[in-house]
């Protein structure tokens, strides 16, 4: 639906890495080293609620950059995308867990580019979102903290040697 419901907070810098690893609440300090040792460590949030006015400038950057030139297919698009969210605002009442999945497909996408260029990536659930939100102010922009994704290569030395378990492929999958 090209909502965009994210903002993305990448820290490159020690300083910021530190002050994400200062925030991610005690239970989960052992995450900090994965942060600190991290390339870029970004931070992925989804907006909190959806706004009109963030739709307005969803429609009015589409309109701008001419995704549809025929300004009635433009108006069908719109329409179609707030209806969608009304759906999932008042039908499904999970307006909030759609825009979370926007920001998990993000993490994906970026995880598989991230493959692509030979650089690891290792997504973080292991923190206080409301730690993470004060430290950054990230929800006096209208959103919260989803997810954390470290960058980087591999210290050779501490590379797992032991397999990860996983189910076999026949109780994963279903082939039709």
């Given at each position: 639906?090209?909502?965009q419901p994210?903002?993305f907070?990448v ?6 890495k530190?002050r994400?690893a200062?925030n ?5 300090r052992?995450n900090a080293e994965k942060?600190?040792?991290?390339s ?13 006015t963030?739709?307005e400038?969803?429609f009015?950057?589409?309109r ?16 179609m995308?707030?209806?969608f969210?009304?759906?999932r605002n ?11 999945k ?6 994906g996408?970026t ?13 973080l659930e ?5 730690s993470?939100?004060k ?17 980087g ?5 501490r ?6 378990s996983r ?5 994963l999958?279903?082939?039709?």
């Amino acid at each position: 639906m090209n909502v965009q419901p994210n903002h993305f907070y990448v820290l490159a810098t020690p300083e910021g890495k530190e002050r994400l690893a200062d925030n991610l609440g005690e239970r989960f300090r052992d995450n900090a080293e994965k942060i600190l040792n991290a390339s870029h460590t970004i931070i992925l949030t989804t907006r909190a609620d959806l706004p009109d006015t963030h739709l307005e400038a969803v429609f009015a950057k589409e309109r701008a950059d001419g995704r549809f030139p025929d300004p009635s297919k433009q108006e069908l698009w719109e329409s179609m995308t707030r209806d969608f969210l009304n759906l999932r605002n008042y039908g499904y009442k999970d307006l909030n867990h759609w825009m979370e999945k926007q920001t998990y497909m993000a993490v994906g996408l970026t995880m598989m580019a991230a493959a692509e260029l030979g650089v690891e990536a290792t997504p973080l659930e292991g923190f206080d979102p409301t730690s993470v939100d004060k430290a950054f102010k990230i929800r006096e922009s209208g959103h919260t903290t989803t997810v954390l994704l470290a960058l980087g290569y591999p210290d050779p030395e501490r590379v797992y040697t032991t397999p990860i378990s996983r189910f076999d492929a026949d109780r994963l999958f279903t082939f039709i």
